[in-house]
Protein backbone atom coordinates (compact mmCIF):
# COMPACT_ATOMS: atom_id res chain seq x y z
CA UNK A 1 0.00 0.00 0.00
CA UNK A 2 1.38 3.37 -1.17
CA UNK A 3 2.43 5.95 1.44
CA UNK A 4 -0.55 8.23 0.18
CA UNK A 5 -3.00 5.48 0.74
CA UNK A 6 -2.42 4.55 3.75
CA UNK A 7 -3.13 8.13 5.04
CA UNK A 8 -6.09 8.47 2.83
CA UNK A 9 -7.86 5.13 4.68
CA UNK A 10 -6.54 6.76 7.95
CA UNK A 11 -8.81 9.49 7.76
CA UNK A 12 -7.15 12.25 6.12
CA UNK A 13 -9.28 12.65 2.76
CA UNK A 14 -12.53 14.98 4.21
CA UNK A 15 -15.32 16.72 2.86
CA UNK A 16 -14.85 19.95 2.00
CA UNK A 17 -13.84 22.49 4.27
CA UNK A 18 -13.39 20.27 7.20
CA UNK A 19 -9.85 20.17 9.05
CA UNK A 20 -7.70 18.50 11.29
CA UNK A 21 -7.30 20.23 14.75
CA UNK A 22 -4.45 19.22 17.08
CA UNK A 23 -3.70 16.43 19.56
CA UNK A 24 -6.13 17.18 22.79
CA UNK A 25 -8.54 18.82 20.48
CA UNK A 26 -12.59 17.84 21.61
CA UNK A 27 -14.57 16.31 19.39
CA UNK A 28 -17.72 14.61 19.44
CA UNK A 29 -18.59 11.18 17.55
CA UNK A 30 -22.01 9.61 16.73
CA UNK A 31 -21.04 5.95 17.89
CA UNK A 32 -23.30 3.39 16.48
CA UNK A 33 -21.62 0.52 17.37
CA UNK A 34 -20.91 -0.81 13.94
CA UNK A 35 -17.74 -0.88 11.71
CA UNK A 36 -17.66 2.56 10.35
CA UNK A 37 -17.86 4.72 13.34
CA UNK A 38 -16.27 2.35 15.07
CA UNK A 39 -13.35 2.79 12.84
CA UNK A 40 -13.61 6.16 13.56
CA UNK A 41 -13.04 6.24 16.72
CA UNK A 42 -10.14 4.31 16.61
CA UNK A 43 -8.91 7.20 14.32
CA UNK A 44 -9.46 9.77 16.80
CA UNK A 45 -8.19 8.12 19.66
CA UNK A 46 -5.16 7.75 17.44
CA UNK A 47 -4.91 11.46 16.85
CA UNK A 48 -5.44 12.07 20.68
CA UNK A 49 -8.56 13.62 20.65
CA UNK A 50 -10.66 13.88 23.75
CA UNK A 51 -13.73 12.33 22.55
CA UNK A 52 -17.66 12.58 23.71
CA UNK A 53 -19.14 9.48 21.80
CA UNK A 54 -22.88 9.80 21.82
CA UNK A 55 -25.25 7.05 20.55
CA UNK A 56 -29.50 6.74 19.85
CA UNK A 57 -31.90 4.52 21.46
CA UNK A 58 -34.25 5.23 18.94
CA UNK A 59 -36.08 2.10 18.49
CA UNK A 60 -34.07 0.17 16.36
CA UNK A 61 -34.28 -3.31 15.87
CA UNK A 62 -30.68 -3.64 16.23
CA UNK A 63 -30.42 -2.01 19.87
CA UNK A 64 -27.99 -4.92 20.60
CA UNK A 65 -25.54 -2.79 18.69
CA UNK A 66 -25.41 0.19 21.86
CA UNK A 67 -23.97 -2.90 23.69
CA UNK A 68 -20.60 -2.64 21.45
CA UNK A 69 -20.56 0.89 21.40
CA UNK A 70 -20.63 1.14 25.17
CA UNK A 71 -17.22 -1.46 24.80
CA UNK A 72 -15.84 0.57 22.38
CA UNK A 73 -16.47 3.85 24.34
CA UNK A 74 -14.89 2.34 27.56
CA UNK A 75 -12.12 0.97 26.05
CA UNK A 76 -10.47 3.83 24.28
CA UNK A 77 -11.72 5.81 27.55
CA UNK A 78 -14.16 8.22 25.72
CA UNK A 79 -16.95 9.75 27.36
CA UNK A 80 -20.12 8.17 25.84
CA UNK A 81 -23.64 9.25 26.45
CA UNK A 82 -26.76 7.45 25.14
CA UNK A 83 -29.28 9.45 24.65
CA UNK A 84 -33.19 7.43 24.57
CA UNK A 85 -35.64 9.36 22.43
CA UNK A 86 -39.37 9.15 23.27
CA UNK A 87 -40.70 8.90 20.32
CA UNK A 88 -38.82 6.32 17.97
CA UNK A 89 -39.06 6.73 14.31
CA UNK A 90 -42.29 4.91 13.16
CA UNK A 91 -41.77 4.42 9.28
CA UNK A 92 -38.72 2.07 8.93
CA UNK A 93 -38.68 -1.62 8.96
CA UNK A 94 -35.42 -1.08 11.62
CA UNK A 95 -37.90 0.60 13.52
CA UNK A 96 -40.33 -2.29 12.99
CA UNK A 97 -42.92 -0.85 10.56
CA UNK A 98 -42.31 -4.43 8.33
CA UNK A 99 -39.72 -7.53 7.91
CA UNK A 100 -36.19 -6.47 7.42
CA UNK A 101 -35.23 -7.18 3.66
CA UNK A 102 -32.53 -9.61 2.09
CA UNK A 103 -30.30 -6.88 1.10
CA UNK A 104 -31.29 -3.47 0.66
CA UNK A 105 -34.02 -1.16 -0.37
CA UNK A 106 -35.37 1.87 0.50
CA UNK A 107 -37.35 -0.10 3.65
CA UNK A 108 -34.52 0.25 5.78
CA UNK A 109 -34.17 3.93 5.16
CA UNK A 110 -34.93 5.81 8.53
CA UNK A 111 -36.37 9.38 7.27
CA UNK A 112 -34.07 12.16 9.30
CA UNK A 113 -32.32 10.02 10.98
CA UNK A 114 -29.08 11.57 10.31
CA UNK A 115 -30.64 14.89 10.61
CA UNK A 116 -31.67 14.64 14.10
CA UNK A 117 -28.15 12.70 14.85
CA UNK A 118 -26.45 15.48 14.18
CA UNK A 119 -28.79 18.34 15.16
CA UNK A 120 -27.98 16.39 19.22
CA UNK A 121 -24.40 16.27 18.37
CA UNK A 122 -24.39 19.93 16.99
CA UNK A 123 -25.91 21.04 20.49
CA UNK A 124 -23.61 18.75 22.45
CA UNK A 125 -20.57 20.22 20.73
CA UNK A 126 -21.18 23.84 21.28
CA UNK A 127 -21.94 22.98 25.08
CA UNK A 128 -18.85 21.03 25.51
CA UNK A 129 -16.52 23.44 23.42
CA UNK A 130 -15.61 20.81 21.27
CA UNK A 131 -13.92 21.90 17.55
CA UNK A 132 -15.38 19.01 15.32
CA UNK A 133 -17.85 16.38 14.92
CA UNK A 134 -17.32 12.83 13.36
CA UNK A 135 -19.78 10.89 12.03
CA UNK A 136 -18.78 7.34 9.72
CA UNK A 137 -20.90 8.08 6.59
CA UNK A 138 -19.69 6.16 3.56
CA UNK A 139 -19.83 5.78 0.08
CA UNK A 140 -21.53 2.73 0.44
CA UNK A 141 -24.36 4.08 2.53
CA UNK A 142 -24.74 6.98 -0.08
CA UNK A 143 -26.08 4.55 -2.23
CA UNK A 144 -29.29 4.05 -0.08
CA UNK A 145 -29.46 6.88 2.54
CA UNK A 146 -29.65 10.11 1.26
CA UNK A 147 -28.50 11.78 4.43
CA UNK A 148 -25.37 9.55 4.25
CA UNK A 149 -24.76 11.52 0.94
CA UNK A 150 -22.03 14.98 0.58
CA UNK A 151 -25.23 17.42 -0.39
CA UNK A 152 -26.43 16.53 2.75
CA UNK A 153 -23.15 17.10 4.85
CA UNK A 154 -22.44 20.16 3.24
CA UNK A 155 -26.45 21.04 3.63
CA UNK A 156 -25.47 20.78 7.60
CA UNK A 157 -22.73 22.28 8.06
CA UNK A 158 -24.13 25.19 6.20
CA UNK A 159 -27.60 25.41 8.25
CA UNK A 160 -25.09 24.62 11.81
CA UNK A 161 -23.40 27.58 10.71
CA UNK A 162 -26.62 30.02 11.39
CA UNK A 163 -27.64 27.53 14.78
CA UNK A 164 -25.49 29.78 16.64
CA UNK A 165 -23.70 32.96 16.99
CA UNK A 166 -20.25 31.30 18.01
CA UNK A 167 -18.36 29.51 15.54
CA UNK A 168 -20.09 26.25 15.11
CA UNK A 169 -17.94 23.01 14.96
CA UNK A 170 -16.92 21.36 11.90
CA UNK A 171 -18.58 18.31 10.78
CA UNK A 172 -16.05 15.31 9.32
CA UNK A 173 -17.20 13.07 7.23
CA UNK A 174 -14.18 10.80 7.10
CA UNK A 175 -15.18 8.33 5.17
CA UNK A 176 -17.60 9.75 2.63
CA UNK A 177 -15.53 8.59 -0.38
CA UNK A 178 -14.80 5.32 0.70
CA UNK A 179 -16.21 1.99 0.38
CA UNK A 180 -16.34 -0.53 3.06
CA UNK A 181 -13.59 -2.21 1.94
CA UNK A 182 -11.79 1.26 2.50
CA UNK A 183 -12.94 1.27 5.88
CA UNK A 184 -11.87 -1.70 7.29
CA UNK A 185 -8.49 -1.45 5.28
CA UNK A 186 -8.36 1.84 7.26
CA UNK A 187 -9.35 -0.29 10.60
CA UNK A 188 -6.48 -2.72 9.99
CA UNK A 189 -4.10 -0.14 9.77
CA UNK A 190 -5.51 1.37 13.38
CA UNK A 191 -5.89 -2.44 14.68
CA UNK A 192 -9.44 -2.19 15.44
CA UNK A 193 -10.82 -5.62 16.95
CA UNK A 194 -13.75 -6.50 14.70
CA UNK A 195 -15.23 -8.89 17.11
CA UNK A 196 -15.92 -5.23 18.99
CA UNK A 197 -18.10 -4.27 16.21
CA UNK A 198 -22.02 -5.02 15.69
CA UNK A 199 -24.05 -4.82 11.99
CA UNK A 200 -26.88 -6.91 11.88
CA UNK A 201 -30.39 -5.09 11.18
CA UNK A 202 -32.06 -7.96 12.46
CA UNK A 203 -30.71 -7.66 16.43
CA UNK A 204 -29.85 -11.01 17.15
CA UNK A 205 -27.01 -12.21 19.02
CA UNK A 206 -25.83 -13.97 16.18
CA UNK A 207 -25.61 -11.49 13.02
CA UNK A 208 -28.17 -13.02 10.42
CA UNK A 209 -26.10 -13.35 7.02
CA UNK A 210 -29.07 -12.11 5.18
CA UNK A 211 -29.71 -8.69 5.66
CA UNK A 212 -27.82 -5.79 3.62
CA UNK A 213 -26.02 -5.22 6.60
CA UNK A 214 -24.42 -8.52 7.36
CA UNK A 215 -24.17 -8.77 3.01
CA UNK A 216 -21.90 -5.54 2.92
CA UNK A 217 -20.03 -6.51 5.94
CA UNK A 218 -19.09 -10.16 4.78
CA UNK A 219 -18.17 -8.85 1.73
CA UNK A 220 -15.87 -6.52 2.69
CA UNK A 221 -13.77 -8.40 4.64
CA UNK A 222 -13.90 -11.33 2.04
CA UNK A 223 -12.96 -8.68 -0.61
CA UNK A 224 -9.85 -7.64 1.40
CA UNK A 225 -9.02 -11.34 2.05
CA UNK A 226 -9.23 -10.38 5.87
CA UNK A 227 -10.18 -12.98 8.50
CA UNK A 228 -14.25 -12.39 9.40
CA UNK A 229 -14.60 -13.31 13.12
CA UNK A 230 -18.36 -12.70 12.93
CA UNK A 231 -20.43 -15.68 13.72
CA UNK A 232 -23.63 -15.99 11.15
CA UNK A 233 -26.57 -17.52 11.67
CA UNK A 234 -26.71 -18.46 7.45
CA UNK A 235 -24.48 -17.93 5.07
CA UNK A 236 -23.64 -14.58 3.98
CA UNK A 237 -25.16 -13.46 0.83
CA UNK A 238 -23.44 -12.94 -1.98
CA UNK A 239 -23.91 -10.13 -3.52
CA UNK A 240 -26.23 -7.06 -2.07
CA UNK A 241 -29.60 -6.59 -3.84
CA UNK A 242 -29.75 -2.87 -4.13
CA UNK A 243 -32.86 -0.88 -4.75
CA UNK A 244 -32.94 0.41 -8.68
CA UNK A 245 -30.71 -2.20 -9.46
Known amino acids: MTDAREGRLMGRTRVQGARDGGSGMKAVLLL ?19 VHAI ?31 SRPFGSSVLTGAGTIPEGLDQSVVVPGR ?31 FPDCRHEFIDAFQQVASFADDRPVPVLNATFVNETKVGVI ?25 RCGACAA ?19 PLVTIEKAGA
Not at 39 to 50: M, S
Not at 219 to 233: G, K, R
Request: glycine share 8%; charged share 20%.
Open 217 to 235: RSQAFEALEVTDPTTYNRN
Open 32 to 50: SGGIDSTVVAYQLAHWGRQ
Open 114 to 144: NLIFLSYALAIALQDGAEAIYIGATADDAEV
Open 55 to 85: SFHYGQTHQRELKFAQRTADKLYFRHSQIHM
Open 185 to 209: QAGELLGVPWEATYSCYRGKEKHCG
